[in-house]
């Protein structure tokens, strides 16, 4: 697949907090994989959107700052992994306990769980606040024996870590087919076994009641999808959330709560980002 690379322009110094704010927008706008860059971001989508046009009224009604600019080129698909690579994508580690990283990284320091993804175009290197506030979140969590979903899985790193912890199945889900092919390699990468994966969205979702399920998307599919995923939840699972903002809580609480859903006071913060946890009564 040919992707588009778009390089927004903005005055970090002035107003840092837009490669934070910037990239939820662009997602609504099919962009699915984001980079940083001294002056900006760099940004990702198919190359099957050929108009602008929802790009610029984007950022015509960006309330944060209306002087992003952005240039854009075409990335052939074969040149894409090699970019991310040599870009993007160093090792990351978390709580001295769990590292993410590629297979042509060097100098992997040696902890606890260590997770090989290849991330291609699919969201979930580490990188990302999001990301890490998950796998901080599931790293204080005991998986023996559990079943665990992860649904808008990406690189699939978060089902990969509940797995290596000891989950017993791991089920993840996610409606880019080239996520869908990334996860697999990832899947097979670290030895998962025992592993459900679909591609799709909620449609696809599997009559199991799962233990756990891990939901990292931007908040307007996360609302359409609680409900959904309410359904595959028995009394006492646990579902953890990130892909949005601390303003965001009480519009995630007023759909999940009515669901069943009783909500944790246990919010995890990294810039403007949350992770949240609800338990099903």
Known sequence: MDYFEYHFVFCKDEKPFIADLLPTSLAECGFDSFSDASD?????????????????????????????????????????NETWEKESFSPVTFCDECVVHS???????????????????????????????????????????????????????????????????????????????????????????NFDLRLGGVDVLPQNQFDYIFANINRNILLEGIPHYVKCMRAGSRLYLSGF????????????????????????????????SFEKQ
Request: glycine residues 6%; proline residues 4%.
């Open 40 to 80: 900006g971001i760099m940004a990702y989508r198919p190359a099957t959107y050929t108009d602008d046009s929802d790009v610029r009224s984007l950022l015509l009604s960006f309330e944060f700052d209306k002087n992003v600019t952005f240039e854009k080129k075409l990335i052939k698909s074969k040149n894409w």
């Open 103 to 193: 297979p042509m990284s060097t100098n992997v320091p040696p902890l606890k769980y260590d997770i090989v993804v290849d991330p291609k175009l699919s969201f979930g290197s580490g990188h990302h606040e999001t990301t890490t506030l998950m796998i901080e979140r599931i790293l204080q969590t005991r998986f023996d024996g559990k079943s665990v979903l992860d649904m808008g899985c990406g690189t699939a790193v978060l089902a990969i870590l509940a797995y290596k912890m000891g989950a017993e199945s791991v089920s993840a889900i996610d409606i880019d087919d080239w996520a869908y092919r990334n996860a697999q390699t990832n899947f097979e990468m670290n030895g998962v076994k």
């Open 245 to 276: 903002y601390e303003g965001d809580i009480p519009v995630v609480r007023g759909v999940a709560e009515p669901c069943g859903l009783r909500y944790q006071e246990d919010v995890t913060k990294k810039n403007e980002w949350v992770s949240i």
